[in-house]
């Protein structure tokens, strides 16, 4: 499985962007996905989570409201919606897969595969 991240950007605080993940290789609707994001000096955190399946979404305390997960099993693409950007979401952006299931407490370092990031800034 091959993941490439796009969708990244600067803009104010308020505004909104939509990250998108694109998938290739096989079984990909098998693999539960994930956005996590690395800020300067900081570790990989947990940003959501959405299973193979589509129905079960996870998201980390300081996004639920205003981002959202999502997948299209038909394209082999993951989004993640983010709306009422704050200077805090500032990070680079990584999309991952892991076989089966994922939840918000699936270690980052258990992911078997990896997108490169795409840097999303909000300036205040």
């Known amino acids: 499985v091959q993941l490439q991240a796009s969708g990244g950007g600067s803009v104010q605080a308020g505004g909104s962007l939509r990250l998108s993940c694109a998938a290739s290789g096989p079984d990909f609707d098998y693999y539960g996905m994930a956005w996590f994001r690395q800020a300067p000096g900081k570790d990989r955190e947990f940003v959501a989570s959405?299973?193979?399946?589509?129905?079960?979404?996870h998201y980390a305390d300081s996004v639920k409201g205003r981002f959202t997960i999502s997948r299209d099993t038909d394209k082999n693409i993951m989004y993640l919606q983010m709306n009422n950007l704050k200077p805090e979401d500032t990070a680079v952006y990584y999309c991952g897969a892991d076989w089966g299931t994922v939840t918000a407490e699936t270690p980052w370092r258990d992911y078997d595969y990896w997108g490169r990031g795409t840097q999303v800034t909000v300036a205040s």
């Open positions: 959405i299973a193979w399946s589509g129905v079960h979404q």
